[in-house]
């Protein structure tokens, strides 16, 4: 497994950015894809994005595209989440997570939240209205 921290998140109004970040350590970093979840009070945790282990495919939920950008950067072992546009409906914790599979997946296994099997520990995400 790899050991995952995320950092960034804070409170932030309606309309302001944000910019994640993950460092990970323990397992070859750019071997595996990595995705971001987020979980609202009350709410069961859900997809937000995903990137492919070499960084040239990326994965949105619906509820997020256009307005977020996921990267990453494997000299670093650091993967990105930069929020635009936030709004009231994005304040949960994010959870970075590195995906279980090897190298390719497919676009269902990259949006899946059983498909992982490291998680940080999370970062609160706020956006007042």
């Known amino acids: 497994q790899v050991q995952l921290v995320e950092s960034g998140g804070g409170l932030v109004q309606a309309g302001g950015s944000l910019r994640l970040s993950c460092a990970a350590s323990g397992r070859t970093f750019s071997s595996y894809a990595m995705g971001w979840f987020r979980q609202g009070p009350g709410k069961e945790r859900e997809f937000v994005a995903a990137i492919s282990w070499g960084g040239g495919r990326a994965y949105y939920a619906d509820s997020v595209k256009v307005r977020f950008t996921i990267s990453r950067d494997n000299v670093k072992n650091t993967v990105y989440l930069q929020m635009n546009r936030l709004k009231p409906e994005d304040t949960a914790v994010y959870y970075c997570?590195?995906?279980?599979?090897?190298?390719?997946?497919?676009?269902?296994?990259?949006?899946?939240?059983?498909?992982?099997?490291?998680w940080g520990q999370g970062t609160q995400v706020t956006v007042s209205s």
């Open positions: 997570a590195a995906h279980r599979k090897r190298l390719g997946v497919t676009t269902a296994e990259a949006m899946g939240v059983r498909e992982y099997d490291s």
